[in-house]
Antibody, heavy 123, light 111 residues
Framework: QVQLVESGGGVVQPGGSLRLSCAAS????????MHWVRQAPGKGLEWVAT????????YYADSVRGRLTISRDNSKNTLYLQMNSLRAEDTAMYYC????????????????WGQGTLVTVSS | QSALTQPASVSGSPGQSITISCTGT?????????VSWYQQHPGKAPKLIIY???DRPSGVSSRFSGSKSGSTASLTISGLQAEDEADYYC???????????FGGGTKLTVL
């Protein structure tokens, strides 16, 4: 069965960096676009970034563009989110999610989600 | 501020039907049939319940249905059950550079 397991969250000071990972199993990662979505404590969902199945195209929310970078290593079945210049407003649970459609973009459709990893930006 | 507008809360009694609206613009909901709905229980990951406006993933109850008129999409839950109490989010593709947007979420209370 499809499983997505995020890791790498933690407490970091403002201006610091973190790299989140999402280990995928139960499907061929290299055939699906993938997303990162975050949820600040007590708040709603916010789309963060999307990467196409082959990594050739990446898309970002305005709030993170230039600071967060999505990438993937299909040979390792892993999705990443490199987070630099972190701010207090980046504090959130970060979910990785699988795009529904094989080989074509599924920007607003995520059929499987991980359980999330918590990032806290605080001094 | 969320790009898509949802009511903050709705409520209904068991057995009743409720509808949650999701209002966007001509750049997202109004332009594309790429609207999805997610259910999220407290402390859990979101679950896809509707995609492409009105399609249901395998395993999702037929009590959940979706529709769209102009720039407003809607989620209807019929025959309300206690386990439907959760937060519901709409999402859409958008022609802006951000490509995907969520609504602010709606808390459903089953009375």
């Amino acid at each position: 069965q499809v499983q997505l397991v995020e890791s790498g969250g933690g407490v970091v000071q403002p201006g610091g960096s973190l790299r989140l990972s999402c280990a995928a199993s139960g499907f061929t990662l290299g055939r699906y676009g993938m997303h990162w979505v975050r949820q600040a404590p007590g708040k709603g969902l916010e789309w963060v970034a999307t990467i196409t199945y082959d990594g050739s195209n990446k898309y970002y929310a305005d709030s993170v563009r230039g600071r967060l970078t999505i990438s993937r290593d299909n040979s390792k079945n892993t999705l990443y989110l490199q987070m630099n210049s972190l701010r207090a407003e980046d504090t959130a649970m970060y979910y990785c999610a699988k795009g529904k459609w094989e080989l074509i973009p599924s920007f607003a459709v995520s059929d499987y989600w991980g359980q999330g990893t918590l990032v806290t930006v605080s001094s | 501020q969320s790009a898509l507008t949802q009511p903050a809360s709705v409520s209904g009694s068991p057995g009743q039907s409720i509808t949650i609206s999701c209002t966007g613009t001509s750049s997202d909901v109004g332009a594309y049939n790429y609207v999805s709905w997610y259910q999220q229980h407290p402390g859990k990951a979101p679950k896809l319940i509707i995609y492409d406006v009105s399609d249901r993933p395998s395993g999702v109850s037929s009590r959940f249905s979706g529709s769209k008129s102009g720039s407003t999409a809607s989620l209807t839950i019929s025959g309300l059950q206690a386990e439907d109490e959760a937060d519901y989010y709409c999402s859409s593709f958008t022609s802006s550079t951000t490509v995907a947007v969520f609504g602010g979420g709606t808390k459903l209370t089953v009375l």
